[in-house]
Nanobody, 128 residues
Framework: QVRLVESGGGSVEAGGSLRLSCTGS???????????MGWFRQVTGKEYEGVAI???????YYADSVKGRFTISRDNARNTVYLQMNSLNSADTATYSC???????????????????WGRGTLVTVSS
């Protein structure tokens, strides 16, 4: 079982940057490094949109809408995954949630249905 806590959200002007962090507390015999970690975002009334994923081998996937602007990374020693967001625009406004799944998700890499553990989310607001 994993408990996830996000931080780093806030308000920023278009063109600005934010860095999100997600720290996981792992209970049981598994370790943070064995989990695929991902960032998803949601706008009220819409489904989760996969933003970025980093699996247990370090393979990384990005949504087309954020490629070249966002960078996902993980520090297994700190049980933390990061999302560096640059060149933000109003379309990036959403609640960003961290998610985890032991091993590899059973769905596509950016499909929220494959993730079993979720944080509560942190709001990112980009003003134009």
């Amino acid at each position: 079982q994993v408990r996830l806590v996000e931080s780093g959200g806030g308000s920023v002007e278009a063109g600005g940057s934010l860095r999100l962090s997600c720290t996981g507390s792992v209970y049981g015999p598994t370790t943070f490094s064995t989990y695929t970690m991902g960032w998803f975002r949601q706008v009220t009334g819409k489904e989760y949109e996969g933003v970025a994923i980093i699996d247990d081998s370090g393979n990384i996937y990005y949504a087309d809408s954020v490629k070249g602007r966002f960078t996902i990374s993980r520090d297994n020693a700190r049980n933390t995954v990061y999302l560096q967001m640059n060149s933000l625009n109003s379309a990036d406004t959403a609640t960003y949630s961290c998610a985890a799944q032991y091993g590899r998700p059973g769905y596509g890499p950016l499909d929220y249905r494959g993730m079993g553990y979720w944080g509560r989310g942190t709001l990112v607001t980009v003003s134009s």
